[in-house]
């Protein structure tokens, strides 16, 4: 029979992997997430938004795909030029068809999203076409103001959290407050140099509401609810983000005085995209 090693000889190896577990069982690297200023990049963008307004004679309902591509350019640290490459929406007809919008003569628009700090979205300027294009139920200045989410300033690691104010999710909801957002580095895959983001609305209290209809003017107030989701790549900024927005009313008012018997309920699903040279071909304005 194989005779058994002395236990003294063991001690050794069972420390070495006492101290290779205790390694692996470590605090995750710590990461800085920040927004790549020495080359373009371009991003493709596609939101749905819909809405729903059910009501004591008729319940209503409207939707707008939008597809866009961006090309943006470092200007510093505090400023990034935006040229658009491509824009196409289309809305549904009363049979639920698409029917396209002539959107073809925003290619080649310009825009500027100023930061500060850096990495932290503080403003939109540019063409006043591409920024108020008539898009139902999507604010292209809205689009520009989220493209880039907002980074933290210190280097975080797994689990690590920070807090942004955003603009509001709808065009008629864009003159009450911003939505505070709460953001969470999810996962840090150290070897790839990868991170998952994930988010949510902090933002409690409910938003003012108003839109012209053919009855009048309809105002109200309601909750907002957003999550967000991102997979950052060090050095390359954000691969891919995902944002759903939702809005539900707590009452409406038509025409200022009495309460509309009736509920609206709105939702915007976004995705961004950042692509590779394959994928841009052919989109130069």
Known sequence: MRARPPRAALLPALTTLFLLLLASCGPSPALQLEQPLDRPSVYRVSTTAESWFSGPISDLEAATDLTAVFELTPASDGAVEVETLYVAASVGDSAGDPVSLGLGSLAGTEARIEMDPPGMTSGVTGDRGLLEADVPLVSMEEVLATLLPPLPQEPLRADDNWTADVPVAFA???????????????AVDAADEEAQVGGYELSTGPKPFTAQTAGGEVTGRGHVDVEFEGEYVLGEGYRYTGRTEEFDSEYLRLGGSS?????????RTTTTERLSPAEQFGLDP
Do not use: I, K, Q, S
């Open 172 to 186: 008629n909801l864009a003159d009450g407050p911003e939505t505070r957002m709460r953001y969470v580095l999810t």
């Open 259 to 267: 309460y509309a018997n009736g509920n609206l309920h709105m939702r």
